[in-house]
């Protein structure tokens, strides 16, 4: 049990720190795209973006996240069928009055589903429904450690043989319209070392300017499982 723990507690701090990742401003499509170029089976996935975000970047730990996500799409790809598609979605949602505008991203597959009992484990660590050998239940442990550290939230829908849904809402603060922002010091898109943020948490709200998408704040609350 102290083994285990040791290790939960090393992929955690990786998962959240990322060795110190800076953070960097990216599209949506530039994520989506770190995530399909490592898929053995890429081919069945249907990814789908907003037109409200085309062009539009996010300051985020680009590898990461990609890193989590990626984990997520192949955890829906092995429970589907081999001729059955993964939908991997992103949209802007603007929540209530005040609470600002969400970057909203969905992993949704058509396979067996889960009942109620085995959706309350799932994110548990160590637990999984694969054989095995094929899995080390880690997944979605890592991937909602990853986003609750950038101020989300990663939330599990599914029903016997209705498929199982993914869904992760991140701040859309920061956020910054064009494709020609330059990029700081440390180039390629980097932000400045006074900018980085190695424990990824939800920047601090700022003022809204011309080039920015809502503002940072607690979007409505979702079942945790």
Known sequence: VKRCRRILDRMSADAGESAGEALVRVTPREIFDDILDELPDRTRVRSSIDPELEGVRFVLPRVALS???????????????????????????????????????????SGAGMEASTLERIGTPFFTTKEVGSGTGLGIFLARTVVERLGGQLWIESKPAQGTTVSVELPAEDAMRGTDAPPGPGGHGEMSPESRNSDFAAPRSQGQGSGELGSSATGPERPEH
């Open 67 to 109: 890193q989590a996500l990626r984990g997520l799409v192949q955890n829906a790809l092995d429970a589907s069928m081999s001729d059955q598609h993964v939908d991997l979605e992103a949209e802007l949602r603007t929540a209530r009055v005040n609470r600002g505008a969400k970057l909203s991203l969905l992993v949704r597959d």
